[in-house]
C-alpha cells in the first residue's frame, strides 16, 4: 500500500542541525512532487517546502529559508529535509507528504494539496 | 501577506449539517483542499479541487466554492467526524498555505 514513513526527528539546541528522512512506498516516487508540512504543538499545519519530481523546482516557507534544504533520491524512494541553525519556534512534528498529480490523457501536473501523509516525526530544539 | 481566514470552533448534534468555511482573496483562483486531523494522528485529505472526495471518503463530505470563499459540508455528522479541519490553497505566486484550522464538536 502507499506509504511514506519519516525518521531523523529528536531533540536539539538551538543553533543546531537535524536531517530529516522520508521513506516512500507504494508508489512510483519519482512521478510525484513532495513536500514537508509541520504542526508546532497545539498549533495548525504550516507549509514548509516541496520539491519537484526530478528535484529542479523547490519552494521554500518565508520562516524556513536560508536554514532548511529539501532533497530527494529518486533511486532510494526517499526524501530528505536538512535543517540547520535550528531555533525554538521549529519545534514541531514534521511530516512528510504527496503532492496530487492531476492526469488528464497521458499528461499529468501537480497540483498544490497533498493526498499521502506519513505518521510525523518530531523535533524539539531545547536548551 | 495572504490568509486563509476559517472559524475557530463549529459544534453541531449528531446527524445534523455541519458546514466550515474557508475565506481567501486567492480562492477565486486556486483550488482548494479539506483535510480531517484527529488528536495524535497525521491529516487525511477529505475534499481536493474544491469539491472532488478522494477514494474512500464517505459520501456525508462535500465541498463548494463562491467567490472568495470554499466550503466543507459534512451531511449527517456522526461522533466519528469529530476532528479538526484544515483548508488549504495556494497564494497568487504558487506557494501553498494553510487556514488556521476548525475545531468541529459533535455535541
Known amino acids: 500500500q502507499v506509504q511514506l514513513v519519516e525518521s531523523g526527528g529528536g531533540l536539539v539546541k538551538p543553533g543546531g542541525s537535524l536531517r530529516l528522512s522520508c521513506a516512500a512506498s507504494g508508489f512510483t516516487f519519482s512521478d510525484y512532487y513532495m513536500s514537508w508540512i509541520r504542526q508546532a504543538p497545539g498549533k495548525g499545519l504550516e507549509w514548509v517546502s516541496y520539491?519537484?519530481?526530478?528535484?529542479?523546482?523547490?519552494y521554500y516557507a518565508d520562516s524556513v529559508k536560508g536554514r532548511f534544504t529539501i532533497s530527494r533520491d529518486n533511486a532510494k524512494n526517499s526524501l530528505y529535509l536538512q535543517m540547520n541553525s535550528l531555533r525554538a519556534e521549529d519545534t514541531a512534528v514534521y511530516y512528510c507528504a504527496r503532492v496530487i498529480l492531476y492526469c488528464t490523457n497521458g499528461v499529468c501536473s501537480p497540483g498544490y494539496g497533498m493526498d499521502v501523509w506519513g505518521q510525523g516525526t518530531t523535533v524539539t530544539v531545547s536548551s | 501577506s495572504y490568509e486563509l481566514t476559517q472559524p475557530p470552533s463549529v459544534s453541531v448534534s449528531p446527524g445534523q449539517t455541519a458546514r466550515i468555511t474557508c475565506s481567501g482573496d486567492?480562492?477565486?483562483?486556486?483550488?482548494a483542499y479539506w483535510y480531517q486531523q484527529k488528536p495524535g494522528q497525521a491529516p487525511v485529505l477529505v475534499i481536493y479541487k474544491d469539491s472532488e472526495r478522494p477514494s474512500g471518503i464517505p459520501e456525508r463530505f462535500s465541498g463548494s466554492s463562491s467567490g472568495t470563499t470554499v466550503t466543507l459540508t459534512i451531511s449527517g455528522v456522526q461522533a466519528e467526524d469529530e476532528a479538526d479541519y484544515y483548508c488549504q490553497s495556494a497564494d497568487s505566486s504558487g506557494t501553498p498555505l494553510f487556514g488556521g484550522g476548525t475545531k468541529l464538536t459533535v455535541l
Open positions: 520539491i519537484s519530481s526530478s528535484g529542479s523546482t523547490i
Open positions: 486567492a480562492l477565486p483562483k486556486q483550488y
